[in-house]
């Protein structure tokens, strides 16, 4: 793979160039949301400024898939949500897919085995919670044909097909959520247990013929939230080659605001120790938080990751979290 370079401004202000091995392959994020609460899908080109992944800021942080996330959020209600839901795909195919020759959208492995010939940002496209399918498989399969190709089984709260890590007694998947499980493998769609509560969780590791993934999650042995993953279900997911994307959410990794970059690296190193070494990625959760890392404040900022992971791993492995495990997890999913 050809080098790449990255040009990013030093803490004095002074611009940089800085080496980088590959593209960037980001698990999750919901701009997609903020431009439907913004109410102006153009933001997404013409402003830097209020998007963590505006156009501008995703190139330069060298981001060759971003995976974009349709998020309704709970307080729209459920009669609403699959308008909601579509509105965003809406905004996806007909605002930024439609006007920029420079996006493109990945639906099937042979699109995504090319990427790395193309100068185009190659997009994802993700649900986050299955609340807008309702009890209805129609619904998924329709998203899926209009070219989602992963799906959260929930957010923080219950909904018709599991529990989220919200529910103060959890269980586990709902006979719909069964049925879910079983059609997302048949689809070969990608299944994302981020935001599940535990027993769910056990439930899909049990049923599931495809490997799934935690799209934007971390590690509960480095820091106590109810969002992020034991040991044991980390393990359960390496087991089964599928992918933990590592997330930046402050109070994911340290608690509060002045979580470091390094605090990522804790996060890598503890996943490897368990197996994960072709078996996690990075799933942002750029737009989706209020709060960011200490110098990974937006996607223009990936290079200052990439920085200081070159001081401690290599570049063949630096390559495999970055992308190639993301991608490899992909056309796993996708096989024959």
Excluded at 75 to 96: C, G, N, S, W, Y
Excluded at 142 to 167: I, K, Q
Aim: proline residues 3%.
């Amino acid at each position: 793979m050809d080098a790449l370079f990255a040009v990013y401004n030093d803490e004095h202000g002074s611009e940089r160039i800085m080496p980088m091995k590959g593209h960037v392959f980001d698990g999750h994020c919901d701009v997609l949301f903020r431009l439907w609460e913004k109410g102006d899908a153009q933001l997404f080109f013409t402003s830097a400024e209020e998007l963590h992944c505006s156009f501008q800021r995703l190139k330069k942080g060298q981001v060759k898939v971003q995976t974009m996330a349709i998020f309704v959020p709970p307080e729209v209600p459920q009669a609403q949500k699959l308008t909601e839901a579509l509105r965003m795909i809406d905004i996806f195919h007909h605002h930024i897919l439609r006007s920029a020759k420079g996006v493109r959208l990945i639906k099937d492995r042979e699109t995504l085995e090319r990427v790395e010939q193309d100068d185009a940002l190659f997009v994802i496209l993700s649900m986050e919670g299955a609340e807008p399918i309702g009890d209805n498989l129609l619904f998924l399969r329709t998203f899926y044909e209009l070219g989602v190709r992963s799906m959260g089984l929930t957010w923080n709260h219950r909904n018709m097909v599991a529990d989220g890590v919200g529910e103060p007694n959890p269980g586990g998947l709902s006979q719909f959520g069964i049925e879910v499980v079983e059609e997302m493998n048949r689809l070969k769609m990608a299944i994302d247990i981020s935001h599940l509560a535990e027993p769910a969780f056990w439930d899909v590791i049990s049923r599931s013929r495809q490997p799934v993934m935690a799209s934007h999650c971390n590690a509960r042995k480095l820091y106590e939230h109810r969002r992020n993953l034991t040991d044991e279900q980390l393990k359960a997911i390496f087991e089964m080659k599928g992918l933990v994307g590592i997330n930046f959410v402050p109070y994911f990794l340290g608690g509060d605001d002045s979580v470091s970059i390094e605090s990522v690296l804790y996060q890598i190193d503890h996943m490897v120790s368990l197996g994960g070494e072709d078996y996690i990625g990075f799933g942002s959760d750029f737009d989706g938080i209020d709060s960011t890392v200490q110098g990974l404040e937006h996607s223009g900022k990936w290079p200052r990751l990439i920085e200081t992971c070159q001081k401690h791993f290599s570049a063949d492995f630096l390559d495999k979290i970055l992308f190639t495990n993301w991608k490899n997890y992909y056309l796993r999913v996708w096989s024959n």
